[in-house]
């Protein structure tokens, strides 16, 4: 029986290092996975310019944001987590217009916009290349926010860029944050 238990802890732990090594799957409960991590990392209520996943086949996924726990400080980190590991790459001091307020330039993740959403669209956008392209498993090759400079949230969107599996042409998806496709490149 104590076997039994130190077999089961063993097994727990594996798995618990296992999905915390960025390999969560490119869809809506993969990508709530990845929104808990970063709000584990930064807070429920930080806020960012850029969140980027990539997805490298060997290593799993690779984030990148650029975020602050106070916006009106100006002061920004850029970070990125790989492998389970956030390491912080550099500081960023933001310049805004003169009366403005920096928060209006940047966004959090709550209702409006979520990873959630993203890995939806994700999901969406490979069956659109099943379907149009006859393109069998489609993988992710990177997926963003892209909020805009100047503030103007209904210019943010959700970028993919997904990859046949044996490599060639990519396809390159922007949707609108209310999940309405607006320009599909490749």
Known sequence: ????????????????????GGNQEANAEGFSEIEQEIKDEFGNDAYFTDITILHDETIGNIINVTV?????????????????IWQQNSDIILEIPEGTKAADFMFQLK?????????????????????????????????????????????AEYFIDLEPENGGTSFSFYYSLDGELRTMNY
């Open 1 to 20: 029986m104590k076997h039994l238990k130190l077999s089961l802890i063993a097994l727990a732990l594996i798995s618990t290092l296992i999905s915390c």
């Open 68 to 84: 602050t726990k106070d916006p009106e400080s100006l002061q920004m980190g850029e970070w990125t987590q790989s492998q389970g």
């Open 111 to 155: 209702d409006e916009i979520n990873l959630r959403t993203l890995g939806e669209l994700i999901e969406k956008s490979k069956k659109q290349l099943k379907d149009e392209k006859s393109l069998e498993n489609p993988r992710l090759s990177l997926a963003s926010i892209i909020y805009p400079d100047d503030g103007d949230i209904s210019k």
